[in-house]
């Protein structure tokens, strides 16, 4: 949340978080009147992005496993052929892991749609999700999978910010 108020203050200056918050049916914050956002965090990493648009973002660490049960809930037929195709597998399903996290909360509806329920045809520079009219952007960033899910096309900016904690 500090990261979030961070980055609006410099596109929203005067805006109150606590009295501009609310939160959709399936738990995904949002602003009245806008701007959009969507946040992450994962092991060294907390990800905010602040879009005009509706925005859905998701980090993970490339260190993250799968088990192969999850393998099979989470990912199709395809993406599995796609994953084993790679060098690394483990880095492919990361990759797609954080296009299907971006995308959930792209649509506000979270885990409700079900990871194993849609499929990715394609990776790479533009990822493509079957049957669905959107953009994604996906980077591979120090330790980290980043992917980015937007409406209309979209570059993807990264603009790291140092936080320091007291304590």
């Keep these: 949340w500090g990261l979030l108020r961070l980055g609006l203050g410099e596109q929203a200056p005067g805006l109150v978080l606590e009295n501009s918050l609310y939160y959709g049916d399936h738990g995904k914050p949002y602003l009245t009147g806008g701007p ?85 045809s394609s990776l790479g520079e533009g990822p493509e999700l079957e049957s669905v009219a959107a953009c994604f952007r996906h980077t591979r960033w120090k330790s980290w999978h980043i992917a980015a899910c937007m409406a209309q096309p979209f570059t993807l900016e990264l603009h790291p910010v140092g936080i320091s904690t007291v304590g």
Aim: proline letters at 4%; glycine letters at 12%; a positive charge.
């Design 36 to 120: 959009f956002f969507s946040l992450s965090h994962t092991k060294g990493l907390v990800l905010c992005a602040i879009e005009s648009q509706e925005v859905g973002v998701d980090a993970e660490y490339y260190g993250r496993r799968f088990s192969q049960r999850l393998r099979e809930r989470a990912f199709t037929g395809r993406e599995r052929l796609l994953a084993g195709q790679s060098p690394v597998p483990n880095e492919a399903f990361t990759a797609l892991w954080t296009l299907k996290e971006s995308y959930m909360k792209f649509t506000g509806k979270g885990l409700s749609l079900g990871p194993g329920s849609m499929g990715f």
